[in-house]
């Protein structure tokens, strides 16, 4: 069975950069056909993609936040990562990673609450 | 981008009742459409993609219909576990997905 567990700080001060990784277990983040994806939400609120990678390294940022986001791979560790530059209290939400298969977002992990305060 | 708007924003439902839910794109996503459900505190789930096709091991209890624009996500009986926020995502523009703003189906 897939699972997804995303790991990383979970205060980051104004203007620093956020780092996320996802470990993946139960499968190859090298599967092809398979993308894998960022999901925020802030607190109380919706859901909002960031981004997507393919193993081979091609991603797919979200327009609000593109020059902002970068994200890699690392295929030995079967882990995924995302960083997210210059935060503001705007960016304080739960980050979830997930497998993507063409548009579709599943399984989830559980998510991780990222806060940004001095 | 494709803005997709759910209506309502809560439905008060007593369990055994039936549940219909809507979501409108501003835009045809044609059958491009997944429905999430997020219990408190947890992740969200996979339950309906391709607008009507249930993911594994969801019950037959829900259903999702519509195309294009309109879209309808059913819970013909509801269950005590069911009670839940309820988002739907479309995946037809490609490389820009977009979700509601959910819906929250309460007990009555």
């Known amino acids: 069975q897939l699972q997804l567990q995303e790991s990383g700080p979970g205060l980051v001060k104004p203007s620093e950069t956020l780092s996320l990784t996802c470990t993946v277990s139960g499968g190859s983040i090298s599967s092809s056909n398979y993308y894998w994806g960022w999901i925020r939400q802030p607190p109380g609120k919706g859901l909002e993609w960031i981004g997507s990678m393919y193993y081979s390294g091609s991603s797919y940022y979200n327009v609000s936040l593109k020059s902002r986001v970068s994200t890699s791979v690392d295929t030995s560790k079967n882990q995924f990562s995302l960083k997210l530059s210059s935060v503001t209290a705007a960016d304080t939400a739960v980050y979830y990673c997930?497998?993507?298969?063409?548009?579709?977002?599943?399984?989830w992990g559980q998510g991780t609450l990222v806060a940004v305060s001095s | 981008e494709i803005v997709m708007t759910q209506s309502p924003a809560t439905l008060s439902v007593s369990p055994g009742e039936r549940a219909t839910l809507s979501c409108r794109a501003s835009?045809?996503?044609?059958?491009?459409l997944a429905w999430y459900q997020q219990k408190p505190g947890q992740a969200p789930g996979l339950l309906i993609y391709g607008a009507s096709t249930r993911a594994t091991g969801i019950p037959a209890r829900f259903s999702g219909s519509g195309s294009g624009t309109e879209f309808t996500l059913t819970i013909s009986s509801l269950q005590s576990e069911d009670f839940a926020v309820y988002y739907c995502?479309?995946?037809?523009?490609?490389?820009?997905?977009?979700f509601g703003q959910g819906t929250k189906v309460e007990i009555k």
């Open positions: 997930a497998r993507q298969l063409g548009g579709v977002f599943g399984p």
């Open positions: 995502q479309q995946y037809n523009n490609w490389p820009s997905w977009t």
């Open positions: 835009q045809s996503v044609g059958s491009n």
